[in-house]
């Protein structure tokens, strides 16, 4: 399996961007529970959002709840996640991938929340 991160940027705070995460390989990103992770320097990376599989249910982390939205299109196999009121201690590189897998981190993207 394989991921490449895409849609990060230079963003004010409170303001959104939405980041794609283009999956490859023999699966669907609707046959495993997907996630997007965050990671900045000195930091454990963090998982941001997931969604599972058979349900759609998604869950997240309490500090995002109301204010990012992941979802999926298994046609052409992306994650999205939608990220509003973003703020400064957001910034980070973005990463999506299986959760519980232990496949490779794709390159990431990066956020920068700052005036």
């Known amino acids: 399996a394989q991921f490449v991160e895409s849609g990060g940027g230079l963003v004010q705070p409170g303001g959104s961007l939405t980041l794609s995460c283009v999956a490859s390989?023999?699966?669907?990103?609707?046959?495993?529970?997907m996630a997007w992770y965050r990671q900045t320097p000195g930091k454990e990376r963090e998982l941001v959002a997931g969604m599972t599989t058979n349900n759609h249910k998604s869950y997240y982390l309490d500090s995002v709840k109301g204010r990012f939205t992941i979802s999926r299109d298994t046609i052409v196999n992306i994650m999205y996640l939608r990220m509003d009121f973003l703020k400064p201690d957001e910034t980070a590189v973005y990463f999506c991938k299986r959760k519980n897998f232990d496949d490779c981190w794709g390159p990431g993207t990066q956020v920068t929340v700052s005036l």
């Open positions: 390989g023999q699966f669907t990103v609707s046959e495993y529970t």
